[in-house]
């Protein structure tokens, strides 16, 4: 069955530095577009960042442009998430997901999600 399982996450300062990466199995990775999404407590779930199939073009949430860098490398069917100065309202449980063909920063063209994992940025 096709599993999504995220890891890297963890308690940083505010400033600082961390590397998500979303491990896939049991789907053509390279016929699925990735997304990452974020829900903080309290508030709805939102798009981060998303990276295409083939080509590799990345797209980014508005609160994230300029700080966070997502690739992938469907040889290993691992997706990234490069997240630098972070702030404390980062916060969040981080979600990798994957939709066919999809180029979409929307929860609903997504079919498959991981676990999350938390994300802790101290001020």
């Known amino acids: 069955q096709v599993q999504l399982v995220e890891s890297g996450g963890g308690l940083v300062q505010a400033g600082g530095s961390l590397r998500l990466s979303c491990a896939a199995s049991?789907?053509?990775?390279?016929?699925?577009?990735v997304g990452w999404f974020r829900q903080a407590p309290g508030k709805e779930r939102e798009f981060v960042a998303g990276v295409t199939r083939i080509s590799s073009m990345s797209y980014y949430g508005d609160s994230v442009k300029g700080r966070f860098t997502v690739s992938r490398d469907n040889a290993k069917n691992m997706v990234y998430l490069q997240m630098n100065g972070l702030k404390p309202e980062d916060t969040a449980i981080y979600y990798c997901?994957?939709?066919?063909?999809?180029?979409?920063?929307?929860?609903?063209?997504?079919?498959?999600w991981g676990q999350g994992t938390q994300v802790t940025v101290s001020s």
């Open positions: 997901a994957a939709g066919y063909r999809v180029r979409s920063d929307a929860e609903r063209d997504y079919d498959y």
């Open positions: 049991g789907l053509t990775f390279s016929s699925w577009g």
